[in-house]
């Protein structure tokens, strides 16, 4: 059996990676796939393989549940792989695909990361998070941050910060450099998939409470 976790909240894109996976894992494993979509912890943990759909800048987040790999390989599907760089740790062995690619492209990447991912996992080579290279934010960008986040304007931002539109506007750029975005849109996608992310693992947090209650 081979368990496949995709992360991919988009359900048509979700029916088509669970269909090319069929097609290309049944012939190459000759085994019965199993498929997930609940990205937490014990997912990764049973997971040969995990399929991670990024938006721009989240392969520079954290992902926690990443810690828990013990086996197989990580896809990580993204809108341009010429801003795949300078990863972190986690990410290191992580095989990025293209959205655009044709299905050949995706079948040959995937046959590829599966001759890979077996070998990886012979190896026995775990991840570590000591001198972690993530992207960080201060305090005072994590409090800009959040005002954009509430949709907040650069002259509200700043009146509640009791700083100068400058600054927030000097913060912004930062940020935006720190996580390789260029645009406004980039910013907020990444900004609603990290918190939708922290929503869901205090969901899975408190469900884990109860049970154990």
């Not at 290279?133 to 941050?145: M, V």
Request: hydrophobic share 45%; glycine share 4%.
């Amino acid at each position: 059996m081979v368990n496949i976790l995709i992360n991919e909240s988009n359900m048509f894109l979700q029916f088509g990676l669970t269909k090319l996976f069929t097609d290309t894992l049944s012939q190459l494993t000759k085994q019965d796939l199993c498929f997930d979509s609940c990205f937490t912890a014990k997912g990764v943990r049973a997971a040969d393989v995990i399929v991670l759909s990024l938006c721009a800048g989240e392969y520079l987040t954290c992902f926690p549940e990443l810690q828990e790999r013990k086996k197989g390989f990580v896809i990580g599907l993204v809108e341009d792989l010429t801003l795949v760089n300078a990863l972190p740790d986690c990410f290191q062995d992580v095989i990025f695909i293209s959205r655009r690619a044709t299905l050949s492209e995706f079948t040959e990447a995937l046959t590829h990361a599966w001759q890979r991912g077996i070998v990886q996992s012979d190896s026995g080579s775990l991840m570590s998070c000591i001198d972690c290279q993530q992207n960080k934010l201060s305090p005072q960008q994590a409090r800009i941050i959040l005002g954009f986040y509430r949709g907040l304007s650069v002259a509200k931002i700043a009146d509640e910060l009791s700083v100068s539109d400058k600054t927030v506007f000097t913060h912004k750029y930062i940020i935006m450099n720190k996580f390789r975005l260029r645009s406004d849109y980039e910013l907020v996608s990444l900004l609603n998939k990290v918190a939708n992310a922290k929503r869901l693992a205090l969901r899975a947090s408190a469900l884990n409470v109860y049970r154990a209650d």
